[in-house]
């Protein structure tokens, strides 16, 4: 892992909900991840508290972009057979 993340964090982002590895801050952008990627979820007034109270407007309209460009790439990738090009492998 490049950028220095835990290895072993990531591989409990599936779990984020039971995991005491996370941050109040980035349960706040995984719930939020969940809630633009889940079909028939909404992102509720209380998680955007939650959001501001940890980032700023332009950091959730970044968190919002970079979540929506996520999942553009599962609808697009999958169906064409684009297979990962192994930037985020874990060990």
């Given at each position: 892992m490049?950028?220095?993340?835990?290895e072993d964090?990531?591989?409990?982002?599936?779990a984020?909900?039971?995991?005491?590895r996370?941050?109040?801050?980035?349960r706040?952008a995984l719930?939020?991840a969940?809630a633009?990627t889940?079909?028939?979820q909404?992102?509720s007034?209380?998680?955007f508290?939650?959001?501001?109270s940890?980032?700023d407007e332009?950091q959730i309209?970044?968190?919002?972009?970079?979540v929506?460009?996520?999942?553009?790439r599962?609808?697009?990738n999958?169906?064409?057979?684009?297979?990962?090009?192994?930037f985020?492998?874990?060990?």
């Amino acid at each position: 892992m490049q950028a220095g993340a835990d290895e072993d964090k990531i591989r409990e982002v599936p779990a984020w909900r039971e995991s005491r590895r996370f941050s109040e801050m980035e349960r706040a952008a995984l719930e939020y991840a969940e809630a633009m990627t889940i079909t028939g979820q909404r992102a509720s007034d209380e998680l955007f508290a939650r959001l501001r109270s940890h980032f700023d407007e332009a950091q959730i309209v970044e968190l919002t972009a970079v979540v929506a460009l996520e999942n553009f790439r599962s609808k697009f990738n999958v169906p064409l057979g684009v297979e990962s090009q192994g930037f985020c492998v874990l060990g």
